[in-house]
C-alpha cells in the first residue's frame, strides 16, 4: 500500500486503458471512496452513474467537441451528477468525490481521467451536460460535472517531480505578488 502523499505525486491522469474489465469488487471499492468523500453542511447530494456498456461509452464520448475521447476507451466510467436543489456547494461536491475516487482507483493500480462536462459543448454547439442527461435520464435538478474514466493503465506516465512544484504559489502570513 502507497502513503497518501506517495499517492498524490504518483497519480497522473492515464487516458489509455487495457481491455479488461475491473473487477465488481474493484468497482466498488471505487463508489465507495466517492460515498466516503465529505459534502457541505453534509448534504451527500450526488450521483454516481456507472457505466460499462460500451456503446454508452461511446455515445458520452461524444458529449463534447473534444478532451472526451478516453470516455470511449475506458473500462468504467462514472458520471458524477449533483442534485444542485439540495446543495449550495455542487460543484465542490462533486469534484471532491470525483479526486476521491481517482485516488482510490490509483490505489489500487487502476488509471483514472477527470473529463470535464460542465460548461462544455458538443461539435454541434449543445452543452454537454445536455447530452449526458439526456443519455442517462438524469432528471432536471441532477446536474452533472465531469465523467471520471478508470482502466487499467495502458501507458507509462512518470510520477509529478516534486524538486518542481509551484512553491511561489505558496505565500506565508501575507500574499507577496512579487512571487508571482
Ligand atoms: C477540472 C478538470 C478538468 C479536466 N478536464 C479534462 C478533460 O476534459 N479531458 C482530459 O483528457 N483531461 C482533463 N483533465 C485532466 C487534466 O488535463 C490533468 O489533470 C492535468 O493536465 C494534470 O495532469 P495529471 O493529472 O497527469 O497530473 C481535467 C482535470 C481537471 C482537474
Known sequence: MNSLHDLLAIRRSIRQ???????PEEVKTILEAG?????????????????D?????????????????????CALAVV????????TTWVEDASIAAAYMMLQARDL????CWIEVNA??????????DIVSELLGLPEQIQPLCIVTFGYPDEDR???????????????????????
Request: glycine letters at 8%.
Open 17 to 23: 486503458y487495457k481491455n479488461e474489465p475491473l473487477t
Open 35 to 51: 460515498l466516503l468523500s465529505p459534502t457541505g453542511k453534509n448534504c451527500r447530494a450526488w450521483h454516481f452513474i456507472a457505466v
Open 53 to 73: 456498456n460500451p456503446e454508452m461509452l461511446q455515445r458520452l464520448s461524444e458529449c463534447k467537441a473534444s478532451g472526451a475521447g478516453p470516455v470511449a476507451r
Open 80 to 87: 458524477v451528477a449533483v442534485d444542485i436543489t439540495a446543495s
Open 109 to 112: 493500480g487502476i488509471g483514472s
Open 120 to 129: 462544455r459543448l458538443a461539435a454541434d454547439g449543445t452543452p454537454a451536460e
Open 158 to 180: 512518470k510520477p509529478q517531480n516534486t524538486d518542481k512544484l509551484l512553491w511561489e504559489r505558496v505565500h506565508l502570513g501575507t500574499f507577496r505578488p512579487e512571487q508571482c
